[in-house]
C-alpha cells in the first residue's frame, strides 16, 4: 500500500512513520485518527478510542470492538537494568551512556521489547475489565503482529498505551486489538496487533 501524499501527511506523526503505518496497511483514514489520537494526547494528557469504524462483529462474547484500556508508566533506569538482567540483552544501546552520547539519540535508549512488554499489561488489563476469568475458559495471549518500533524511548520518558478492541471471533474465541503507544509529547513510539484466546477448562 503506497503511503499518503507528502502533502497530506499529518505533522503530528512525521513522513517515516506513516510510511510504516502504510506498509501495515493502515488506511489513510486509520492513520489520520492516528495522529490526530496523538494530537488530543499532547493537549489534553489522556487517549481517546479509536475514532474509525470497524465491522460491526456478534455480541455473545467477552469483548467486543471498541472496547478500550490504557497503561501509563515511566520509564526509569531500574526498569531498562531489571529488563536487561533477566533477558541477558545488555546491549551499549541499553547500558553504555558514554557510547549513546555519539550516535543520533545522544542516550540510551530503552528495549524495545521492554515496551511491547507493557502490552501484556494492557491485555491483563482487558481480560479484567471483561471479567474473563468468570467462566470456564482461560484467556490466553496467542502473539502479537504487526510489531513495529516507530520512535526511541528515553529513560524519564512516560508511555502511555491504549489497547483496543478491533475484531473478535465468538466461533473460534479469539479477540484481535490495536495496541498504540505515545510518548509525553504525544509522539507514537509504538505499534502493535495482540491476539486474545479463550481457552475450554479442563471438566
Not at 59 to 72: I, L, M, Q, R
Not at 79 to 97: K, P, R, S, W
Not at 128 to 141: I, L, P, Q, R, Y
Not at 188 to 199: C, D, G, P, R, T
Request: a neutral charge; aromatic letters at 8%.
Amino acid at each position: 500500500m503506497a503511503p499518503p501524499p507528502r502533502s497530506s501527511v499529518p505533522q503530528q506523526l512525521g513522513a517515516q512513520t506513516v510510511e510504516v503505518l502504510a506498509e501495515l496497511r493502515f488506511t489513510a483514514a486509520e492513520i489520520r485518527a492516528l495522529a490526530d489520537e496523538a494530537h488530543h494526547h499532547h493537549r489534553h494528557g489522556v487517549i481517546s478510542r479509536a475514532n474509525w469504524s470497524r465491522p460491526a462483529m456478534k455480541e455473545d462474547f467477552y469483548v467486543k470492538p471498541g472496547d478500550s484500556v490504557t497503561f501509563a508508566k515511566t520509564v526509569g533506569e531500574t526498569d531498562i537494568y531489571l529488563f536487561a538482567g533477566i533477558t541477558g540483552d545488555f546491549a551499549v544501546n541499553h547500558v553504555n551512556e558514554q557510547y549513546m552520547a555519539r550516535s543520533k539519540y545522544g542516550r540510551r535508549i530503552a528495549h524495545g521489547v521492554l515496551v511491547l512488554g507493557f502490552a501484556s499489561t494492557c491485555s491483563s488489563m482487558m481480560i479484567e475489565k471483561c471479567h474473563g476469568t468468570a467462566g470456564d475458559e482461560t484467556a490466553v495471549s496467542l502473539g502479537y503482529d504487526k510489531v513495529r518500533f516507530l520512535g526511541a524511548v528515553f529513560i524519564g520518558d512516560t508511555l502511555t498505551l491504549t489497547y483496543t478492541i478491533v475484531e473478535v471471533d465468538p466461533i473460534k474465541r479469539r479477540s484481535r486489538s490495536d495496541i498504540k503507544v505515545v510518548n509525553q509529547k504525544g509522539e507514537l513510539v509504538a505499534v502493535a496487533q495482540h491476539i486474545l484466546a479463550w481457552v475450554k477448562d479442563q471438566a
